[in-house]
């Protein structure tokens, strides 16, 4: 009797990752919902949106110090070992969030997560690895839907618990990265075979400005980097908001905000997972990715005028547009980096994105809050004009590949 095709994938090197990247997305999105819940048991009304963003900043400034750290660490000593440290730090971080008991703890939970936020750079490092050029679009593809699944089902769960206890998502979030973390022990093969891996460590590359700056100052990493900041800026000043934007507008609970980005989920599997896939090999990464950005201004459009008109078809509209495009540009974005990267240096280079990804995400959510003082559409028109700007800057940009040596075959 044949093997279904479903579970050949799961079986196969990218599956045995994205089973990996579902856990990953399923345990962070797990806290979501419960977000502004958490944080306003410590602060009044008014001060619910500034501390959520600064919550956020933190965890993304020690991601930023800690990033090219694990990069390098990955290049030297592998993908799995940094895949292990990285998720049992997130069970620790999260199990510390959830004790809770002061606005400090918090904010402790999450710089011990930021620290050891590495695991995603880690795994796609690793599919880059084990898949030859022309195969990495499709695998991030896999990656991004799996990803896509955690996040429809993560929030839903973490909404549902957080009726029980605002404590609850938290505690089953570290039980979910200690699941994964077993899940890499005993099911993920390293992928970095000794003799390709890095002669040496050296201290620069443990400074995220001089390892970021190196990057930048390639000509073919240069542009796309580029681009991504920009993207991961205006992501961030909606998802650090979105969440009190439902609360304040909709008058949304933990649930229905979970149920809410359940379709975010749902769109990531069907752009991620289907539509990408199809369209990456015929159209080509740069056009692709200048579709999505294109799509992602368009969904947030949709989300300013929400905040003028507030309603659930139009909230419906905005998440799915929105999210299409977001899942066009980030398997199309991470094949054409992962294309210009020089052979050894994978590692550093996912960790250099990782890093300005941070940077992103330390300065989105501040922005995110002044901007929602102003208006409560002004993360929305902003982000849609930066993701034009980055559209606009891709457009011009020629595409550099890299000429890859044989890929090396996980055991």
């Known amino acids: 009797m044949q093997t279904p095709k479903f579970f050949n994938r799961l079986r196969s090197r990218t599956g045995i990752i994205a089973v990996s990247v579902f856990l990953n997305f399923s345990g962070f999105t797990l806290i979501i919902p419960v977000l502004p819940f958490s944080v306003g048991r410590y602060v009044s009304d008014h001060d ?22 694990l990069g390098a660490f990955s290049d030297r000593f592998g993908r799995r070992p940094v895949l292990l440290l990285s998720l ?18 918090l904010f402790l939970g999450r710089i011990i997560e930021g620290l050891t936020a590495g695991s995603i750079s880690a795994m796609y490092a690793y599919v ?31 909404g549902l618990l957080g009726q029980i206890s ?8 570290a039980a979910v990265a200690v699941l994964n973390a077993v899940w890499v022990y005993f099911s993920v093969p390293e992928s970095l075979p000794p003799e390709k891996r890095a002669a040496r460590l050296h201290p620069a590359e443990f400074n995220s400005i001089v390892q970021l700056s190196a990057v930048l100052a390639d000509g073919r990493l240069r542009g796309i980097f580029i ?9 961030t000043l909606m998802q650090s908001n979105v969440s009190v934007l439902l609360k304040d507008l909709l008058n949304f609970n933990s649930a229905a905000i979970g149920l809410t980005l359940l379709g975010v989920g749902l769109m990531d599997i069907l752009s991620q997972g289907i539509a990408a896939p199809k369209l990456l090999p015929r159209f080509g990464e740069r056009r692709v990715a200048i579709a999505g950005l294109i799509i992602n201004g368009l969904g947030f459009a949709l989300y300013a005028l929400l905040a003028f008109a507030p309603s659930l078809p139009l909230l419906v ?42 940077i992103a995400r330390m300065i989105g959510p501040l922005a995110s809050a002044w901007l929602y003082g102003l208006s409560a559409a002004g993360p929305y028109i902003a982000g849609g004009m930066i993701v034009l700007a980055g559209a606009a800057l891709l457009s011009s940009l020629r595409t550099h590949r890299v000429p890859s040596a044989k890929v090396s075959e996980a055991p």
């Open 48 to 69: 619910v949106a500034l501390n959520v963003s600064l919550i956020i900043a933190t965890f993304a400034l020690c991601s930023f110090v800690a990033a090219p750290v």
């Open 88 to 105: 049992l730090g997130s069970a620790v971080g999260f199990a510390v969030f959830g004790v809770g008991g002061a606005l400090g703890v």
């Open 166 to 173: 605002l404590s609850a998502p938290l505690y089953v979030a």
């Open 317 to 358: 509209a905005a998440v799915f547009v929105f999210t299409f495009g977001d899942g066009l540009f980030q398997p199309s974005s991470n094949t054409m980096i992962s294309h210009a990267a020089p052979d050894g240096q994978q590692g550093r280079v996912q960790g250099a994105n990782q890093a300005q990804q941070s």
């Open 227 to 235: 681009a991504a900041f920009l993207f991961f800026g205006a992501a």
């Open 128 to 158: 880059a690895d084990t898949h030859a050029p022309e195969e990495r679009g499709p695998a991030y593809g896999m990656l991004g839907a799996a990803g896509g699944l955690g996040f429809m089902l993560g929030p839903v769960a973490g």
